[in-house]
Each structure stands twice: as structure tokens, then as C-alpha cells.
């Protein structure tokens, strides 16, 4: 009895193992490496242009690349366009870094759209978010297939991720709206205060008369 009790959680754990390792099969990583640059991304901010969060846009267009052969894109369901840091805005900074494995990749972190794949070209315009923190962009588009994997992209600048790059400006965390609240709340006090002084003085002075 001793020995089926030790032999049991042996099979157990190697019935983990191995299905541990079939989900790893099952459900491999995806590399950026693995994926085709079928689609043709462009943006509308010029090369250096600096944008401002909250208020400025960004104009982005999409579409395959017309020399692929006919049916590269059957796979296709999905697209997702993304903003993307520049490696520049990536140095010394671990939670913005570029991994292999998409999974863990931080580059590309703030949605801008996601629509069905279509075969004709799409265009999208965004407004920047108040959140994007001040860094150096561009935009990249992913292709997902119908189990929402990742199967090819598009991006706005080269390979190397050098060109027609662009920044982005953050709010400063001061607003018109903040800055005329705080103003009339300062011209109220005053008031107030005057105010204050002034009751205080005729109920002395009456005070004295009687």
C-alpha cells in the first residue's frame, strides 16, 4: 500500500508534465520574427512633428501590399492598429521593451482602432489620447486570423524603426478649465475675506454706540 501511495503522485506529476507540454505545442508562442509585412501603413504626422495629447489627430491608412500574390490575406480577420514607441523612447525604460515573443512586447501599447479586415484600403482618424506620455512614435497594424493570433503587420517607419517618426507632447497636467476655477475660487475668497471685515467693523462700531 506504501508503494501505490508513492507511485500515484509520481503519475500524476508526469500526466502534468505532459500535459504542460502539449499546451506548449497546443498553444506555441507567437514571434514578430514569424510575421509577413504584407500591410501598407502610413500616418499623417510628418517626419519630427511634434503632437500635442488631448488635442491633436493622427490620420491612419492601411491596406495589403498589392505585390503579395492573391490570397495572402484569407487568413486575415482582424486588424488592429496600434501606436508604437520608437526605440529611442525605449532606452532605459524595461516596461516599454521590445520582446520576440508578442506576448510580452511592450512596444506597441495604446489601441488606436480595430476593425474587420477588409481587402480594400482603410483609413482612420484618431484624436491622441490625454494619457500618451511624452515620447517618439509610429504606428504599426497587426493582421489576426480568426483565433485572434497575430499573422502579419504594417508599420509607418522602416525595419529598423528610424524613419518618419514622430513626438508626442503630454499634458502638462494644467487646464484653462482648472486654471479659471482656481481663479474664481481666489476672486471669492477675497470677496469673503472683505466681506468678513466688513461685518466685523459695523458690529464693533455698533457695539460702541450703545
Known amino acids: 500500500m506504501a508503494k501505490r501511495g508513492l507511485v500515484y503522485p509520481a503519475s500524476l506529476l508526469l500526466l502534468l508534465l505532459l500535459l504542460s507540454c502539449f499546451a506548449e ?19 499623417s504626422p510628418k517626419e519630427g512633428q511634434v503632437l500635442k495629447a488631448g488635442e491633436d489627430k493622427i490620420t491612419v491608412n492601411w491596406g495589403l501590399n498589392k505585390t503579395f500574390p492573391a490570397g495572402t490575406d484569407s487568413a486575415y480577420k482582424t486588424i488592429k492598429v496600434k501606436l508604437c514607441y520608437a526605440p529611442i523612447s525605449q532606452e532605459d525604460r524595461a516596461w516599454r521593451k521590445t520582446k520576440e515573443d508578442l506576448s510580452k512586447d511592450k512596444t ?11 481587402a480594400s484600403d482603410q483609413s482612420f482618424e484618431w484624436t ?41 507632447k503630454a499634458i502638462t497636467g494644467r487646464h484653462a478649465s482648472l486654471d479659471i476655477a482656481s481663479i474664481c475660487f481666489s476672486a471669492f475668497s477675497v470677496v469673503s475675506l472683505f466681506g468678513f471685515f466688513y461685518a466685523e467693523k459695523r458690529r464693533a462700531k455698533s457695539s460702541q454706540q450703545k
Open 128 to 168: 491622441v489620447e490625454r494619457y500618451v506620455p511624452l515620447a517618439t512614435y509610429f504606428v504599426r497594424a497587426y493582421a489576426y486570423d480568426a483565433n485572434d493570433d497575430p499573422v502579419a503587420y504594417g508599420q509607418s517607419t522602416d525595419g529598423k524603426k528610424t524613419t518618419n517618426l514622430f513626438d508626442i
Open 25 to 43: 505545442i497546443s498553444f506555441g508562442k507567437v514571434l514578430f520574427s514569424s510575421l509577413k509585412r504584407t500591410l501598407v501603413v502610413t500616418a
Open 108 to 118: 506597441c501599447q495604446f489601441k488606436i482602432v480595430s476593425r474587420a479586415y477588409t
